[in-house]
């Protein structure tokens, strides 16, 4: 079976709070009068307030002209023109203008106009009623005042902010027709630097493919291979025969494989584009890639610097792409050789051996097609020309390449391509900034254009100041807001009392502990008179000496008629016996009807002495037999004043006598405590009652009963925990006065002892050396008591002896509960002699009377060692405050 969980729900901490907050009507006293002084004051502030008015104008702010400047939401607009309004309204400048227009506050002023301002400000106020309109008021206690007021620190915050408006508009436009000069300077110069690079460099020109490095695309359906480098700008070619057309396959071959080591990204073997038309789709698609990458580094290069990650990056995306097309174009110049891959061996490996053989080679086959072509052309200008040219420019490449020359040639390539490239990205960047600066002077021209006729964004008066009719603070205002303070008040108040103390109230105070477990909460009992004071009826016998102060003895008088008396028996008298003094012959006679001494041959009653625990032998105690109507039998009277086992083979010593018992003919006795008390607390008794049960597991079971302080109710609860497990006769139990300093058993039960039945005394006899049987006075066949006849017990100090831990190992063996009224816990250490003497203690602690600090304390005191729970006493259906009294109550 699953355990139950120990944790409190949401409903339980709800409840705990509820009662927490009931607490608070214990101090109703205490909010009644500060509710009551609180009332007084605020009537008493409320008939000497002055009346004041309050007067209002809204305001509107508009935007009439869209110049794109401010793309705020309305909502942003007004988070950040509110404050600049407000701060504007109360600058110490405008007020004191108003204060000096209108004459306010001519006390202060004659003081300081600083003090003035300061008590302006606290009478004006703004506020944002939307997202765009916004409220002007002011306090005063003329109407008219506030209303003149209102309008006028209306009107001078429109003026100052159409001022501030025009102002900032004006200087807006200026700074950016300056930035606009200098943008239109920027872009002069960077077209003038590329002007003069193209006048340098004619072979530039403006345009997609304008490098003059680049390969031209051949035209669609040409078999022969591209015109040299030099020869790229002129006119289509011509038919020609097969040899010239050979020849030049060979010089596109031979330009394509120098050409091809020239590029670092044509690796042998690789394979080449189908066709001479895809292999220019794939050169055009490079060069747009470059000149897309170009534009991506030009536009991050506008907005951020070239070491920006940004930038680099673009930066290598541009450098791929040239990678790209450089690869590109040797694969279109090596198609058009008539070649499918890249040859390996040649370009892979070119050395400057074999460089210089190819081009020697590729000039003698310029020579050969200049040659070709001067013949088929019949010596025309045009071919003349052409192949003096190549062949100067072979004989030039001729005479350069054994030189080494070709390194240089590609440096100065890269220069002018580089600078080409810059030039243009610095013409691109200067445009776009004059095209930013150009919008935004424009939009600026227009604010300030708007500012200066009161047209773009002002603020307008939606509702104008009004002349209050009623006063925004009168006397009920004022009253009704003592009164809600005053009443916050009390209640906050109250509420930290019921924080700060630290009462115990009910079982969730305990809980909150966290000490010893809440055993039983006895319920508030109604007050009962207390019990008629009854005497005991004796065991006839001699009564037993009393110790002297100095050491001896004296005779304690026998409990019947004294000599002199009716009654009495001299000696020699009829109904003498010896060793009973003070019994006539008759008194038998006066004894309750069944009651018989030893040897008469009566019914036995089952109320008889105690037999020791550990015996299993079927014997019985007896005793005197009592009074008529008291419950039980018979009992029966061995020798003067001692008990001895009956029905046994023989008499031994006991250890326990019992010396008389409690008759109540005309009530229930002790029981009486039970009687009226309610079904709860009943309930509670004997839940505590199974709780021992099950801690004693048939085993004799010694408990104290103990409190933290006095007047907590434990020798009330320890009595009634008596007769609970007492009840029907189903244990036997025995209640001990162990609270020697302050006895109250005899008195909570109502009963008279006599001298010789007082606990102390007994265990000071022993101390002595007189070894007599611990003398109770049985109450009922299964409850008996041994307690103190008077409230001062005879040798307070007798419970610090060996001898009380040994009365009580006496005790135990003959009884199934020992219940011992024990001490208070702090202030001594009784309670600590109490607890090595018993098996368990259990704390008792009276509720709105024990602190949880005397509690927790007490627990500290002790140890948890043996400790079995707390008792929470007089639990109140609603918390109460209790006054500590100093003499214990029995009856609670």
Same mark, same amino acid.
Request: with cysteine.
């Given at each position: 079976?699953?355990?139950?969980?120990?944790?409190?729900?949401?409903?339980?901490?709800?409840?705990?709070?509820?009662?927490?907050?009931?607490?608070?009507?214990?101090?109703?006293?205490?909010?009644?009068?500060?509710?009551?002084?609180?009332?007084?004051?605020?009537?008493?502030?409320?008939?000497?307030?002055?009346?004041?008015?309050?007067?209002?104008?809204?305001?509107?702010?508009?935007?009439?002209?869209?110049?794109?400047?401010?793309?705020?939401?309305?909502?942003?607009?007004?988070?950040?023109?509110?404050?600049? %309004?407000?701060?504007?309204?109360?600058?110490?400048?405008?007020?004191?203008?108003?204060?000096?227009?209108?004459?306010?506050?001519?006390?202060?002023?004659?003081?300081?106009?600083?003090?003035?301002?300061?008590?302006?400000?606290?009478?004006?106020?703004?506020?944002?009623?939307?997202?765009?309109?916004?409220?002007?008021?002011?306090?005063?206690?003329?109407?008219?005042?506030?209303?003149? $007021?209102?309008?006028?620190?209306?009107?001078?915050?429109?003026?100052?902010?159409?001022?501030?408006?025009?102002?900032?508009?004006?200087?807006?436009?200026?700074?950016?027709?300056? +930035?606009?000069?200098?943008?239109?300077?920027?872009?002069?110069?960077?077209?003038?630097?590329?002007?003069?690079?193209?006048?340098?460099?004619?072979?530039?020109?403006?345009?997609?493919?304008?490098?003059?490095?680049?390969?031209?695309?051949?035209?669609?359906?040409?078999?022969?291979?591209?015109?040299?480098?030099?020869?790229?700008?002129?006119?289509?070619?011509?038919?020609?025969?097969?040899?010239?057309?050979?020849?030049?396959?060979?010089?596109?071959?031979?330009?394509?494989?120098?050409?091809?080591?020239?590029?670092?990204?044509?690796?042998?073997?690789?394979? %080449?584009?189908?066709?001479?038309?895809?292999?220019?789709?794939?050169?055009?698609?490079?060069?747009?890639?470059?000149?897309?990458?170009?534009?991506?580094?030009? +536009?991050?290069?506008?907005?951020?610097?070239?070491?920006?990650?940004?930038?680099?990056?673009?930066?290598?995306?541009?450098?791929?792409?040239?990678?790209?097309?450089?690869?590109?174009?040797?694969?279109?110049?090596?198609?058009?050789?008539?070649?499918?891959?890249?040859?390996?061996?040649?370009?892979?490996?070119?050395?400057?051996?074999?460089?210089?053989?190819?081009?020697?080679?590729?000039?003698?086959?310029?020579?050969?097609?200049?040659? =070709?072509?001067?013949?088929?052309?019949?010596?025309?200008?045009?071919?003349?020309?052409?192949?003096?040219?190549?062949?100067?420019?072979?004989?030039?490449?001729?005479?350069?390449?054994?030189?080494?020359?070709?390194?240089?040639?590609?440096?100065?390539?890269? +220069?002018?391509?580089?600078?080409?490239?810059?030039?243009?990205?610095? %013409?691109?960047?200067?445009?776009?900034?004059?095209?930013?600066?150009?919008?935004?002077?424009?939009?600026?021209?227009?604010? /300030?254009?708007?500012?200066?006729?009161?047209?773009?964004?002002? %603020?307008?008066?939606?509702?104008?100041?009004?002349?209050?009719?009623?006063?925004?603070?009168?006397?009920?205002?004022?009253?009704?807001?003592?009164?809600?303070?005053?009443?916050?008040?009390?209640?906050? $108040?109250?509420?930290?009392?019921?924080?700060?103390?630290?009462?115990?109230?009910?079982?969730?105070?305990?809980?909150?502990?966290?000490?010893?477990?809440?055993?039983?909460?006895?319920?508030?009992?109604?007050?009962?008179?207390?019990?008629?004071?009854?005497?005991?009826?004796?065991?006839?016998?001699?009564?037993?000496?009393?110790?002297?102060?100095?050491?001896?003895?004296?005779?304690?008088?026998?409990?019947?008629?004294?000599?002199?008396?009716?009654?009495?028996?001299?000696?020699?008298?009829?109904?003498?016996?010896?060793?009973?003094?003070?019994?006539?012959?008759?008194?038998?006679?006066?004894?309750?009807?069944? =009651?018989?001494?030893?040897?008469?041959?009566?019914?036995?009653?089952?109320?008889?002495?105690?037999?020791?625990?550990?015996?299993?032998?079927?014997?019985?105690?007896?005793?005197?037999?009592?009074?008529?109507? /008291?419950?039980?039998?018979?009992?029966?009277?061995?020798?003067?004043?001692?008990?001895?086992?009956?029905?046994?083979?023989?008499?031994?010593?006991?250890?326990?006598?019992?010396?008389?018992?409690?008759?109540?003919?005309?009530?229930?006795?002790?029981?009486?405590?039970?009687?009226?008390?309610?079904?709860?607390?009943?309930?509670?008794?004997?839940?505590?009652?199974?709780?021992?049960?099950?801690?004693?597991?048939?085993?004799?079971?010694?408990?104290?009963?103990?409190?933290?302080?006095?007047?907590?109710?434990?020798?009330? $609860?320890?009595?009634?925990?008596?007769?609970?497990?007492?009840?029907? +006769?189903?244990?036997?139990?025995?209640?001990?006065?162990?609270?020697?300093?302050?006895?109250?058993?005899?008195?909570?039960?109502?009963?008279?002892?006599?001298?010789?039945?007082?606990?102390?005394?007994?265990?000071?006899?022993?101390?002595?050396?007189?070894?007599?049987?611990?003398?109770?006075?049985?109450?009922?066949?299964?409850?008996?008591?041994?307690?103190?006849?008077?409230?001062?017990?005879?040798?307070?100090?007798?419970?610090?002896?060996?001898?009380?831990?040994?009365?009580?190992?006496?005790?135990?063996?003959?009884?199934?509960?020992?219940?011992?009224?024990?001490?208070?816990?702090?202030?001594?250490?009784?309670?600590? $002699?109490?607890?090595?003497?018993?098996?368990?203690?259990?704390?008792?602690?009276?509720?709105?009377?024990?602190?949880?600090?005397?509690?927790?304390?007490?627990?500290?005191?002790?140890?948890?060692?043996?400790?079995?729970?707390?008792?929470?006493?007089?639990?109140?259906?609603?918390?109460?405050?209790?006054?500590?009294?100093?003499?214990?109550?029995?009856?609670?």
């Amino acid at each position: 079976m699953s355990s139950l969980s120990t944790e409190s729900t949401p409903r339980e901490r709800l409840d705990r709070a509820i009662s927490v907050l009931g607490r608070v009507r214990m101090y109703w006293r205490g909010m009644a009068a500060m509710i009551a002084v609180g009332l007084s004051i605020s009537l008493a502030l409320a008939l000497a307030t002055k009346r004041v008015w309050r007067s209002e104008a809204t305001i509107l702010y508009r935007e009439t002209i869209q110049t794109g400047r401010d793309p705020q939401s309305s909502t942003a607009r007004a988070a950040r023109l509110g404050p600049k %309004l407000k701060d504007a309204l109360i600058a110490r400048g405008t007020l004191a203008g108003v204060i000096e227009a209108f004459g306010l506050y001519p006390e202060k002023t004659a003081r300081s106009m600083v003090e003035a301002v300061e008590e302006m400000k606290s009478h004006v106020g703004f506020r944002a009623q939307s997202s765009d309109t916004y409220v002007i008021s002011f306090t005063h206690d003329d109407p008219r005042v506030a209303q003149q $007021v209102a309008a006028r620190l209306t009107q001078i915050l429109i003026d100052d902010y159409r001022r501030d408006s025009l102002g900032a508009a004006t200087m807006t436009r200026d700074f950016l027709r300056r +930035e606009l000069a200098e943008a239109s300077s920027k872009v002069d110069e960077a077209s003038r630097a590329l002007a003069t690079f193209l006048a340098k460099n004619p072979q530039f020109q403006w345009g997609l493919n304008d490098s003059p490095y680049a390969p031209a695309p051949q035209p669609l359906g040409s078999p022969g291979a591209p015109a040299p480098a030099a020869a790229r700008a002129s006119p289509p070619a011509r038919p020609m025969d097969p040899q010239l057309a050979a020849l030049e396959r060979q010089l596109a071959r031979v330009e394509a494989l120098l050409g091809a080591a020239r590029s670092p990204a044509a690796a042998p073997g690789q394979p %080449l584009p189908p066709s001479v038309i895809d292999a220019q789709r794939a050169r055009d698609a490079a060069a747009a890639a470059l000149v897309s990458a170009e534009t991506a580094l030009a +536009e991050k290069l506008s907005t951020v610097t070239p070491i920006h990650p940004d930038a680099i990056a673009a930066k290598r995306r541009v450098e791929a792409a040239r990678s790209q097309l450089a690869a590109a174009e040797s694969a279109l110049g090596l198609v058009r050789a008539g070649l499918t891959e890249v040859p390996r061996g040649e370009a892979g490996e070119l050395t400057p051996a074999r460089r210089a053989a190819l081009s020697a080679e590729r000039s003698a086959l310029l020579r050969q097609i200049a040659g =070709l072509r001067a013949r088929a052309g019949g010596g025309r200008a045009a071919a003349g020309g052409e192949a003096r040219r190549a062949l100067e420019a072979a004989g030039g490449e001729a005479r350069r390449a054994p030189a080494g020359s070709d390194g240089d040639a590609e440096e100065r390539v890269i +220069e002018l391509e580089t600078e080409w490239h810059r030039l243009r990205l610095d %013409l691109e960047r200067a445009r776009e900034y004059l095209k930013a600066v150009q919008a935004n002077e424009r939009a600026a021209d227009l604010s /300030a254009d708007a500012a200066e006729n009161k047209s773009e964004t002002e %603020l307008d008066v939606l509702d104008p100041a009004y002349l209050p009719s009623r006063p925004d603070r009168g006397r009920g205002r004022v009253f009704f807001a003592g009164a809600a303070v005053t009443f916050f008040f009390a209640l906050g $108040v109250a509420g930290a009392r019921v924080l700060l103390n630290d009462m115990l109230y009910d079982g969730g105070d305990i809980h909150a502990l966290g000490g010893p477990a809440l055993l039983a909460a006895m319920p508030e009992l109604p007050p009962q008179p207390p019990l008629r004071e009854r005497a005991i009826v004796p065991a006839y016998g001699p009564a037993p000496a009393a110790a002297h102060e100095d050491g001896g003895e004296r005779p304690i008088e026998p409990a019947g008629p004294a000599p002199g008396q009716p009654g009495f028996a001299e000696p020699g008298q009829p109904g003498f016996e010896p060793g009973q003094p003070g019994f006539a012959e008759g008194e038998e006679d006066a004894l309750p009807d069944g =009651l018989e001494l030893e040897g008469d041959a009566g019914p036995r009653s089952p109320w008889s002495a105690p037999e020791p625990a550990s015996s299993a032998a079927e014997e019985a105690w007896s005793v005197a037999e009592p009074a008529s109507g /008291a419950p039980g039998g018979p009992l029966a009277w061995v020798g003067p004043r001692h008990l001895a086992y009956a029905g046994g083979a023989g008499f031994r010593e006991p250890e326990v006598e019992i010396l008389g018992a409690d008759v109540d003919p005309d009530g229930c006795g002790v029981f009486e405590l039970l009687r009226g008390a309610p079904a709860s607390a009943l309930a509670a008794l004997r839940v505590l009652r199974h709780r021992l049960d099950q801690r004693r597991g048939g085993e004799p079971l010694t408990v104290a009963v103990v409190s933290p302080g006095r007047a907590e109710g434990k020798t009330a $609860v320890a009595a009634r925990l008596a007769m609970t497990l007492a009840e029907a +006769e189903r244990a036997r139990v025995l209640l001990v006065e162990g609270h020697l300093a302050r006895p109250r058993v005899a008195a909570t039960l109502g009963l008279r002892l006599p001298a010789h039945a007082s606990f102390s005394e007994q265990l000071r006899r022993r101390m002595v050396g007189e070894a007599r049987p611990l003398g109770v006075i049985a109450l009922s066949p299964s409850l008996s008591v041994l307690a103190e006849p008077s409230l001062e017990a005879s040798y307070p100090a007798a419970l610090h002896s060996i001898h009380f831990e040994a009365a009580m190992r006496a005790l135990r063996r003959y009884y199934d509960y020992v219940v011992l009224d024990g001490p208070p816990v702090l202030g001594s250490g009784d309670a600590n $002699v109490i607890e090595d003497a018993c098996d368990g203690v259990l704390v008792v602690a009276r509720a709105s009377v024990t602190r949880a600090s005397s509690l927790a304390r007490a627990v500290e005191q002790l140890g948890e060692r043996r400790i079995l729970g707390v008792v929470l006493n007089d639990v109140a259906a609603r918390p109460v405050a209790r006054k500590r009294i100093e003499v214990e109550e029995p009856a609670t």
